[in-house]
């Protein structure tokens, strides 16, 4: 079985603080994806970044950057320099053969 | 360039009602899927499919039937409705198994 917990169920922030949202995930597979997803008020879901297990450089894409630890079995994700645009709920998800199993999600609010 | 159009957006049932979702891509992905979203428990996966005439059951199936007979469409069906399926319902497709979703807009589904 696979499971991915995101510990953190709402962070708060002013405008400009740096954020990090923890992942942490369960798998007994090799071989395996993570990913991330950006879900505003508007609804939508947005992917914003996809990892394989056999690929633990670190990435930086403007204000964002994630930590892939695979001994640790987690898949970090910072924003710096928050802003209200960032304001949403994010998911880390893991996908194995044919399924995707995502975490439940951490609300992320960031105040003017 | 539609994507993923998932219709309709709002749907209230009694209980005991049937009805179907659709979900269309014009991607020419393989990979389809359902999710649905509850509060605090992320997206969890309903049914997938990687193909046309292809489907398999995901984490919570129980009560949906789908059927993939076009690489383009893919409806969930609620054979008999239940207030445990109010929930907000995404589909999503990706070219390929284990790369990025791209998810239509939600239907926000209420059994009374």
């Known amino acids: 079985a696979q499971k991915v917990t995101q510990a953190q169920t709402e962070i708060s922030v002013v405008e400009k603080e740096d954020v990090t949202l923890d992942c942490v995930y369960e798998?007994?597979?090799?071989?395996?994806?993570l990913f991330w997803y950006k879900q505003p008020p508007s609804g939508e879901l947005v992917f914003l970044i996809r990892?394989?297990?056999?690929?633990?450089q670190n990435e930086i894409s403007g204000r964002y950057s994630w930590n892939f630890q695979k001994s640790t079995s987690s898949f970090n994700f910072t924003i710096t320099a928050s802003q209200v645009v960032d304001s949403a709920v994010y998911f880390c998800?893991?996908?194995?053969?044919?399924?995707?199993?995502f975490g439940a999600g951490t609300t992320v609010t960031v105040r003017a | 360039n539609a994507g993923v159009t998932q219709t309709p957006k709002f749907q209230v049932l009694k209980t005991g009602q049937s009805m179907t979702l659709q979900c269309a891509q014009d991607m020419n992905h393989e990979y389809m899927s359902w999710y649905r979203q509850d509060p605090g428990m992320g997206l969890r996966l309903i049914h997938y499919s990687v193909g046309a005439g292809i489907t398999d059951q995901g984490e919570v199936p129980n009560g949906y039937n789908v059927s993939r007979s076009t690489t383009e469409d893919f409806p969930l069906r609620l054979l008999s409705a239940a207030p445990s399926q109010t929930s907000v319902y995404f589909c999503a497709s990706s070219y390929r198994l284990n790369e990025k979703l791209f998810f239509g807009s939600g239907t926000q589904l209420s059994v009374l």
């Open positions: 998800a893991l996908s194995r053969d044919y399924k995707l199993s």
């Open positions: 798998t007994r597979d090799t071989t395996y994806y």
């Open positions: 990892r394989n297990s056999f690929d633990e």
